[in-house]
T-cell receptor
Framework: GESVGLHLPTLSVQEGDNSIINCAYSNSASDYFIWYKQESGKGPQFIIDIRSNMDKRQGQRVTVLLNKTVKHLSLQIAATQPGDSAVYFCAENINTGTASKLTFGTGTRLQVTL | NAGVTQTPKFRVLKTGQSMTLLCAQDMNHEYMYWYRQDPGMGLRLIHYSVGEGTTAKGEVPDGYNVSRLKKQNFLLGLESAAPSQTSVYFC??????????????FGPGTRLTVL
């Protein structure tokens, strides 16, 4: 899994299998979480988000689960494809009163094998 | 609709040189951000802006300055580049109002090397 400050972990999955990428966040006051995908040489791209008053949200082939009790977030990718190979970041949003700021994790590299 | 664009894409500087990175967005977003990304570390916020004419410091602001003279542009300046500023720089923008969704749209990045 992934946590802020750790070395970049790598998850290797076979094409067609499901992938689960984990993230531990730090601030219990975070009200919003986002998963980003970053392909090599490109900027991060939004995948899915979830508010803190939810515990699950589904998108196309992706599901995000939020467990506020243990401050844990996961991204599930169904039927992983070669195009899913990238680094995945979670980010937590904290409202400071005048602005919202995102704090990013270090990322998890997903490698899809054929 | 180009989204967020950054210029230049690559740059090599010598220690002590100055340069400006330009970010432009065509989504009419209020908020803009500059991040740096280093190996093994998450994106770190350098400076951000909550509107035209306003800027604020992020997590790692030292050695950088910013300006937001126009709503669509956010400039990042390095007055005297240092090797520690070798990094990939990303600009982002969002329409956010505090308390609502804060999806940030990122540019393609600028790879800067300081020798």
């Amino acid at each position: 899994g992934e946590s802020v400050g750790l070395h970049l972990p790598t998850l290797s999955v076979q094409e067609g299998d499901n992938s689960i990428i984990n993230c531990a966040y730090s601030n219990s006051a975070s009200d919003y979480f986002i998963w980003y995908k970053q392909e090599s040489g490109k900027g991060p791209q939004f995948i899915i988000d979830i508010r803190s008053n939810m515990d699950k949200r589904q998108g196309q082939r992706v599901t995000v689960l939020l467990n506020k009790t243990v401050k844990h977030l996961s991204l599930q990718i169904a039927a992983t494809q070669p195009g899913d190979s990238a680094v995945y970041f979670c980010a937590e949003n904290i409202n400071t009163g005048t602005a919202s700021k995102l704090t990013f994790g270090t990322g998890t590299r997903l490698q899809v094998t054929l | 609709n180009a989204g967020v664009t950054q210029t230049p894409k690559f740059r090599v500087l010598k220690t002590g040189q100055s340069m400006t990175l330009l970010c432009a967005q065509d989504m009419n977003h209020e908020y803009m951000y500059w991040y740096r990304q280093d190996p093994g570390m998450g994106l770190r916020l350098i400076h951000y802006s909550v509107g035209e004419g306003t800027t604020a410091k992020g997590e790692v602001p030292d050695g950088y300055n910013v300006s937001r003279l126009k709503k669509q542009n956010f400039l990042l300046g390095l007055e005297s580049a240092a090797p520690s500023q070798t990094s990939v720089y990303f600009c982002a923008s969002s329409r956010n109002l505090a308390g609502l969704h804060n999806e940030q749209f990122f540019g393609p990045g600028t790879r800067l090397t300081v020798l």
